[in-house]
C-alpha cells in the first residue's frame, strides 16, 4: 500500500510517499481501506519532533474514515462505512496517512448509510470526538447554559460552537481577528469576542453572572482569564496549547482559582479506553445532523493525496479557517 512516511524530524518535505506492507488485524483489531482523512497540528507537531524522537518508520495520522477491509471478530463487516480515531495511531502503530490502516477495534465507528461524501465525513471524528470527551458529560444532558470557546476559529474551536448549539446551549466564541466573527456566528455563535487576551469585562457584559463552562484551546497563556469568567461551580476544561507551552507558573490556588470553580484537562488519547468507550460517542448523530443541514459543515478544503506537504504548510501558517481533509 502507499503511505507517507517520517524518517527524521523536520518540515514538510520530510513527509515521504513510500509503499509499504499492510499490516494484518489482530484478533482485536481491523483493518480499514481509507477513503480520507482530517489533518490536524497533532501530525504537524509528531512530524516536526514536537511529540518524541522519531525513531524508525513513522507513518503520520490519527483519524480516518473509510471501508472495512476485515474484522476477525466479525464485528463489523467487510465493506461497511466507519471511521476511526486515535487508539495509538501514529505513535504505538502506523497512522492515517495511508491506503490503509489496521486500527483497534474499540477505536471504529460505524457511519455506514449516512449520506455524505467520504470529504465530509473525514471533517467529522477527532475534532467533535474531543468536543465530545471534553464537554460532553457537562452540556449534553443541561440545555440552556452559556459556554465560552476560547480560541473557536480552530477546528477543534469550531467545532465545539456548532456541537454545543446543537445541544442546546448560549455559545460565546473569541477569536483575535475581527475577519473571522462572521464565521463563528454563521456556524452557530450567539456572540463573538475579539480576544487580546484578557476578556473577563467583555464576557461579564454578556453573561453577568459568568458562563458555567469554558472550553480552553488556547491554553496556559489565557486560563487564568478564563477562570475568571466562570460563575460559581463552573468548569474550564483544557483541550488546547494555541498559545504555548502548558505550564502554569506559580498557580496560587486561592487567588488564581475562583471560588467553587473548577479547573479539568482532557486530552483525546482517552477516546476508545475503558474510560471513555467510543460505543457511546455521537459521532453517527453528528454526522447526520451535517447530512441533515441542521449542523453546519466545518470543512473548508480538500486535499488530494499527493499534495499532503502543502497541506501541512497550510496548517503551519495558520491559513486554515476550518478543517483540512485529504481524498484518496
Do not use: C
Not at 32 to 41: E, T
Not at 111 to 126: N, Q, R, V, Y
Not at 137 to 155: E, K
Not at 315 to 320: C, K
Amino acid at each position: 500500500m502507499k503511505a507517507y512516511v517520517i524518517e527524521q524530524a523536520g518540515g514538510p518535505e520530510v513527509l515521504q510517499l513510500r509503499d509499504i506492507a499492510s499490516a494484518a488485524p489482530k484478533v482485536d483489531e481491523v483493518r480499514i481501506r481509507v477513503k480520507a482523512f482530517g489533518l490536524n497540528r497533532a501530525e504537524v507537531y509528531r512530524r516536526a519532533g514536537k511529540m518524541g524522537p522519531v525513531t524508525g518508520q513513522v507513518v503520520p495520522g490519527i483519524e480516518a474514515v473509510g471501508e472495512v477491509i476485515e474484522d476477525p471478530s466479525g464485528h463489523f463487516r467487510a465493506g461497511q462505512q466507519v471511521a476511526t480515531a486515535m487508539g495509538g495511531l501514529q505513535f504505538s502503530r502506523h497512522g492515517s496517512y495511508a491506503e490503509e490502516v489496521t486500527v483497534l477495534r474499540s477505536n471504529v465507528i460505524d457511519l455506514d448509510g449516512i449520506s455524505l461524501s467520504w470529504e465530509e465525513l473525514a471533517a467529522l471524528p477527532e475534532s467533535y470526538l474531543t468536543v465530545w470527551g471534553a464537554l460532553g458529560r457537562l452540556i449534553d444532558d443541561v440545555p440552556g447554559q452559556t459556554l465560552l470557546v476560547r480560541g473557536a476559529t480552530s477546528s477543534v474551536g469550531q467545532a465545539a460552537v456548532a456541537y454545543a448549539k446543537a445541544r442546546g446551549q448560549q455559545v460565546i466564541a473569541t477569536t483575535r481577528s475581527t475577519a473571522n466573527a462572521a464565521r463563528l456566528l454563521t456556524i452557530g455563535a450567539d456572540s463573538v469576542v475579539i480576544d487580546n487576551g484578557e476578556i473577563v469585562e467583555q464576557i461579564r457584559a454578556i453573561a453577568p453572572e459568568g458562563v458555567d463552562v469554558v472550553l480552553e484551546v488556547v491554553g496556559a497563556a489565557t486560563v487564568r482569564d478564563s477562570l475568571n469568567t466562570l460563575k460559581p461551580f463552573g468548569t474550564v476544561v483544557v483541550i488546547g496549547l494555541l498559545g504555548g507551552a502548558p505550564v502554569l507558573e506559580n498557580l496560587h490556588l486561592m487567588n488564581d482559582l475562583p471560588n467553587a470553580t473548577r479547573l479539568a484537562f482532557f486530552g483525546s488519547g482517552l477516546l476508545g479506553t475503558a474510560a471513555l468507550p467510543l460505543a457511546a460517542a455521537p459521532l453517527r448523530w453528528i454526522a447526520q445532523q451535517v447530512a441533515n443541514k441542521t449542523m453546519p459543515s466545518l470543512r473548508v478544503k480538500t486535499f488530494d493525496f499527493d499534495d499532503v506537504s502543502n497541506a501541512h504548510r497550510m496548517i503551519e501558517s495558520d491559513g486554515a479557517q476550518g478543517k483540512l481533509v485529504v481524498r484518496i
